[in-house]
């Protein structure tokens, strides 16, 4: 059974930086594209970026583009997303999410199968 685990969540003033991490484990073999989503209180739960199974086509919301990056280490099993340039709107919970059916990243939610427990990120102005 797939399992994804988030970390490095937290509380940071506007302008500052953080790291998300999510560690997959438990069926690798069968996670394809994966993705990092968001959700603030009373909002639905968005896309912010994707990667295909192997890194080769990366997807950004409008909203981060220019500010956060995603990476993937295949040997590591480990998604990571770098979050530059924070601002207060940015704060919600991140959820990491792995589809079992398809190599190339969606911005649909319903496209994965699998979703981390989420990690909060705090953004003071």
């Known amino acids: 059974q797939v399992q994804l685990v988030e970390s490095g969540g937290g509380l940071v003033q506007a302008g500052d930086s953080l790291r998300l991490s999510c560690a997959v484990s438990g069926g690798t073999g069968s996670v394809y594209a994966m993705a990092w989503f968001r959700q603030a209180p009373g909002k639905d739960r968005d896309f912010v970026a994707g990667?295909?199974?192997?890194?080769?086509?990366?997807l950004y919301a409008d909203s981060v583009r220019s500010r956060f990056t995603l990476s993937r280490d295949g040997a590591e099993n480990t998604v990571y997303l770098q979050m530059n340039s924070l601002k207060p709107e940015d704060t919600a919970v991140y959820y990491c999410a792995a589809a079992t059916l398809r190599y190339s990243p969606s911005y649909q939610r319903t496209d994965y199968d699998h979703w981390g427990p989420g990690t909060q990120v705090t953004v003071s102005s």
């Open positions: 990667v295909s199974r192997y890194g080769g086509t990366i």
